[in-house]
């Protein structure tokens, strides 16, 4: 629900920031905190509702049945991803302040500190945008949307900013670091468009540590899992739990910290990292650890840059070749079931996300179907009445 101000009959037209909630009739207002006049609100969420009903369908009807026949080949594999829409979609509904659109499916990754999180997301983005360095580098989610072109081109925007096009990712890095002041749970959004990336949403959150240095506040750990936590705990997202293959599986604590909202493990996939650190004579543990740790979704190998690689100045193209040298040479890895490198991990994130998607998309119409008529009442009640387009966008629904 959209949050709201006291007395809103005789403040509606004020654009302060107000940070109280009030209540009509019982129930929380859903007008925005961050205020703005109403009739704006107003047309905003309503004119976003309209695109996302004039390109995405509900309930499971032929309509339904049609869009899922369009997106998708009758292999499943994706031909025109709904992903990049639908993140629009979320994105403007969060900017007008909608808190349930943080609900919405998106795929949260999840590790410990130097477990090779930003490696990982960097070796799927094809580009080095993540700060690293001692300690807690993030300290806020930091949410990527990759974008699929069809051009020879790359660059990177942060949405709801006056930033323009960047095509130094040097630069992306280091707006990020300087939105990393202190730990908090509001976002950083940042779009990548990329004809090397598939569409996908991933969330990046801080790095779970076991002791806090000198340098942090004692209660950095439980500030952590508090933020990690608000996101996973959501049944619509997929968890990537990302932990070092050279220790001990079953003590991993991506994985114990994934169980504890995901309890039957049917929305983890687990990425191993630093495989290439695994002994020969120490495979045979590793699959059978995998083996009393079902995951619905699976288990992914992959080989990231070492630090030797790193100081070599390795890109990550050349890195994804020593990965594929890598996994040819080291064929147990394949042999055993065990998926392996990013390039297809980022394939089958993209294909997990969408059916995700397309899963909840009849309940996530619904809901904002609910709220946009508690909104106009509420309008109404103030005496303003968005009777022509709130009929619009409710005609448009009784077509699904």
């Excluded at 994706?78 to 829409?85: D, H, K, L, Q, T």
């Excluded at 094809?126 to 300690?135: A, H, S, T």
């Excluded at 994934?258 to 290439?276: M, P």
């Excluded at 009849?362 to 309008?379: A, Q, W």
């Amino acid at each position: 629900m959209l949050r709201g101000t006291r007395r809103l009959k005789k403040r509606y037209q004020r654009t302060t920031t107000q940070k109280r909630h009030i209540r009509t009739n019982g129930q929380p207002s859903i007008i925005p905190t961050k205020w703005m006049p109403i009739t704006v609100v107003a047309t905003s969420l309503i004119g976003i509702s309209y695109s996302l009903f004039g390109t995405m369908t509900t309930t499971a009807t032929p309509q339904l049945a049609q869009a899922q026949e369009d997106i998708l080949e009758p292999t499943g594999v994706s031909m025109r991803s709904v992903i990049p829409s639908f993140a629009k979609v979320q994105d403007s509904l969060a900017a007008v302040g909608y808190a349930d659109a943080e609900n919405y499916p998106q795929v949260v990754v999840v590790g410990i500190q130097s477990s090779g999180k930003s490696s990982v997301l960097e070796m799927i983005v094809g580009e080095e945008f993540v700060p690293k360095g001692e300690g807690t580098v993030t300290k806020v989610p930091l949410v990527i949307t990759l974008h699929h072109i069809d051009q020879n081109d790359k660059w990177a925007e942060f949405p709801g900013t006056s930033s323009k096009k960047i095509r130094d990712f040097s630069v992306v890095k280091r707006k990020i670091l300087e939105g990393n002041r202190q730990f908090s749970s509001e976002p950083i959004r940042l779009d990548i468009y990329s004809p090397d990336v598939v569409d996908l949403r991933l969330v990046d959150l801080p790095g779970l540590i076991h002791n806090p240095t000198k340098h942090q506040p004692k209660n950095t750990r439980e500030m952590i899992k508090d933020i990690c936590k608000n996101y996973i705990k959501n049944e619509r997202t997929v968890i990537l739990a990302v932990t070092e293959g050279n220790t001990d599986i079953q003590t991993s604590e991506a994985l114990r910290f994934a169980r504890k909202y995901d309890t039957e493990g049917s929305r983890t996939i687990c990425v191993l990292t630093k495989l290439d650190l695994v002994k020969d004579s120490d495979i045979n543990n590793v699959l059978s650890s995998l083996q009393k740790l079902p995951l619905r979704l699976g288990y992914v190998g992959v080989k990231c840059r070492t630090n030797q690689e790193l100081r070599q100045g390795i890109s990550i193209l050349e890195s994804r070749e020593i990965e594929d040298n890598f996994f040819k040479f080291h064929n147990r890895w394949d042999k055993s079931g065990l998926n392996t490198k990013t390039g297809g991990l980022a394939t089958e994130l993209s294909n997990m996300l969408e059916k995700k998607v397309m899963h909840f998309l009849p309940e996530i119409v619904d809901k904002l179907r609910n709220d946009l008529y508690k909104l106009s009442k509420e309008l109404e009640e103030c005496g303003y009445s968005p009777k022509n387009e709130y009929q619009r966008v409710i005609s448009l629904l009784g077509d699904f």
